[in-house]
C-alpha cells in the first residue's frame, strides 16, 4: 500500500496528522500536510486508511 497527499487539495484541515502522526506531518511553516513515507507499513495501513477517509478534501491519495 502507498500513499500520497495532493498538496492543491489539502486545506490544513489536519485530521490525517491527528489520526496518524507516524505517517502525516504538516511542511514546516506551511499548514500542508505530506507524508514522510510512500510505501505505508503493514501495522500502520488501517491508521492511513482511516485518515484517507476522514480527509474532507479528499487530498490523500492511495494506491497498491
Ligand atoms: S486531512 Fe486532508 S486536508 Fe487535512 S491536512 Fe490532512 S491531507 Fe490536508
Not at 502507498?2 to 504538516?26: H, L, W
Request: aromatic fraction near 10%; include cysteine.
Amino acid at each position: 500500500m502507498k500513499v500520497e497527499v495532493d498538496e492543491v487539495k489539502c486545506g490544513t484541515i489536519g485530521f490525517c496528522v491527528k489520526i496518524c502522526p507516524e505517517i502525516f506531518r504538516f511542511h514546516p511553516g506551511s499548514k500542508k500536510a505530506y507524508a514522510m513515507m510512500t510505501e505505508v507499513p503493514s501495522h500502520l495501513q488501517a491508521k492511513c486508511s482511516e485518515a484517507a477517509r476522514r480527509c474532507p478534501n479528499n487530498a490523500i491519495i492511495i494506491w497498491y
